[in-house]
């Protein structure tokens, strides 16, 4: 359990590092980098510090409870989602975009597509 917290010294020493980088190279030596660049680089180490400090001094308890609602939160999104397109609309909804006519016989493929009975054209059912 206390390697999921070691795990925070990872984005703590990018952080570090990019920081250490910035601010400690000279200002005006060749290829030193810019100050907006130094202001800019800083912000974003800075969130790796943070995320790093965090994890590092959360209980590994509390991590694994987060972990297991965030994925949970993505099956249930992912379930969702995969329900909605993958459903046909209702047969006599369906018309065909080029002559207007309903499918009669024709066979939706997994991923939607029928041939229309009349002018021989494939279309998607998701897309009408």
Same mark, same amino acid.
């Given at each position: 359990? !206390? ?10 020493? #990018?952080? *570090? ?13 060749? +290829? $030193?980098? =810019?100050?907006?660049?130094? #202001? ?6 800075? +969130? ?6 965090? #994890? ?6 509390? *991590?694994?409870? @987060?972990? /297991?609602?965030? @994925? /949970?939160?993505? @099956? ?7 329900? !909605?397109?993958?459903? =046909?609309?209702?047969?006599? /909804?369906?018309?065909?975009?080029? &002559?207007?006519? $309903? =499918?009669?016989?024709?066979?939706? $493929? ?8 009349? &002018? $021989? ?8």
């Amino acid at each position: 359990m !206390n390697f999921i917290r070691l795990a925070g010294i990872v984005p703590l020493g #990018i952080g *570090l590092t990019v920081l250490g980088f910035m601010w400690l190279s000279s200002f005006d030596g060749f +290829g $030193s980098p =810019p100050l907006f660049f130094r #202001i800019f680089f800083s912000f974003i180490a800075l +969130g790796f510090v943070l995320k790093g400090v965090g #994890i590092l001094f959360t209980s590994p308890a509390t *991590l694994m409870e @987060q972990m /297991k609602t965030r @994925q /949970k939160e993505l @099956q249930d999104s992912n379930l969702t989602s995969s329900e !909605n397109p993958s459903s =046909p609309p209702s047969p006599g /909804k369906l018309k065909c975009p080029n &002559c207007g006519s $309903s =499918p009669l016989t024709g066979e939706v $493929s997994p991923h939607g597509d029928v041939k229309c009975d009349h &002018c $021989s054209r494939w279309y998607n059912v998701h897309t009408v």
